[in-house]
């Protein structure tokens, strides 16, 4: 298995509300989570789990989707390069089929 970083769009519900309201340009939050999984697209399904249930978490729902909201994962290929390098050591890491604690994910 190798680990993958997988980004990851969410949004609080006040700063959605803001945004539907005109008060801000974006509601958007991202974080990431190192995936230990068998390869890349297991990766980005199980991110794509853990995007959700991050979602419903910070919202207090369970019915809600990434699709409703046009949010979505990715891969980030090269770690050490990209916009979040300097905050690599505070990504939670979790075993493919495992999910993190949602609690440590958001900022508080």
Request: aromatic share 14%; charged share 20%; net charge negative.
């Amino acid at each position: 298995m190798n680990e993958y970083l997988i980004g990851m769009i969410y949004h609080y519900p006040k700063d959605y509300e803001n945004w539907l309201k005109g008060y801000v340009e974006d509601y958007e939050a991202a974080t990431a989570v190192y995936i230990d999984a068998p390869n890349e697209k297991a990766a980005l399904d199980w991110g794509y789990e853990i995007a959700t249930a991050l979602l419903n978490f910070v919202n207090n729902s369970d019915g809600l989707t990434l699709e409703q909201f046009q949010h979505h994962c990715w891969y980030i290929e090269d770690p050490e390069s990209c916009d979040w390098s300097r905050m690599l050591d505070s990504f939670l890491h979790v075993k493919h089929g495992e999910m993190p604690n949602l609690n440590n994910m958001i900022v508080k």
